[in-house]
């Protein structure tokens, strides 16, 4: 009897959302996925440090170059094709990202899809997020100059979409908006903006609908406290 190994990667068939090509784009089983932590700006922490689902998230059409996610929305505005093809059809090779990635090839899906998704002119929140996963997958590779660069992108994108309020109706609750731009604030050293938004966090406890978050934010606006009353030993001292 031969028996199958089943491995953690699959192809999947998916049609492109913008030429309706169809091509195949590698996932991972969820059943080889557990995340066992998150880090303190949401990235998840995996039992299995090889098995990287992260890396699959966005999909490049061989036929077009248009790189989405699942998070994109299938409706085009007038006038967006027409940017996507002189900008990015009219320069594609018909490079393939199919087969399985490593992170340099990942970063690059990911920044294919920001481009995608900027000319598509999708919601701030789908940028904001296609953003902050580069910031990760620069961590970690040990690129704290490009990790900043990108944090500081996807802060202002998240502090857009919170001011127009295109978080409405998704998975990213108001309190999770305010958190992660206090956070990430926190991270590429904009102190005021994070101390601002930890604070609108906190005082909006009561209408949240999302307490483990506010615990969160209780708990990482005492770990900064507790830095900045350290520094403020360190500097008298």
Not at 4 to 15: Q, W
Not at 92 to 121: C, H, P, Q, V
Not at 144 to 171: C, H, P, W
Not at 202 to 212: A, K, L, V
């Amino acid at each position: 009897m031969i028996r199958l190994e089943i491995t953690p990667y699959y192809g999947k068939k998916i049609a492109c959302l913008n030429c309706k090509t169809d091509f195949i784009t590698t996932k991972v089983r969820s059943r080889f996925v557990r995340v066992t932590s998150h880090e303190s700006d949401f990235k998840p922490v995996y039992s299995d440090p090889e098995i990287k689902p992260l890396l699959y998230n966005v999909a490049v059409c061989p036929q077009c170059g248009f790189s989405f996610t699942d998070e994109f929305a299938p409706y085009f505005a007038p006038g967006t094709k027409d940017d996507i093809l002189n900008k990015i059809t009219a320069q594609w090779n018909g490079r393939s990202f199919g087969a399985e990635r490593d992170i340099d090839e990942a970063i690059e899906t990911y920044k294919l899809a920001y481009l995608s998704a900027m000319l598509k002119k999708e919601k701030a929140l789908s940028m904001a997020g296609l953003t902050l996963r580069v910031a990760w997958l620069y961590r970690d590779q040990g690129k704290q100059e490009e990790e900043q660069r990108f944090m500081k992108i996807a802060r202002d994108l998240y502090v857009n979409s919170y001011s127009e309020g295109d978080y409405a109706g998704t998975q990213m609750s108001e309190s999770r908006v305010l958190y992660i731009i206090a956070e990430l604030s926190w991270k590429i050293g904009d102190k005021e903006e994070a101390i601002r938004h930890f604070s609108r966090v906190i005082e909006g406890q009561r209408s949240s609908t999302e307490p483990h978050i506010i615990k969160i934010a209780k708990d990482r606006w005492q770990e900064i406290r507790e830095i900045q009353s350290r520094n403020a030993e360190g500097a008298q001292s």
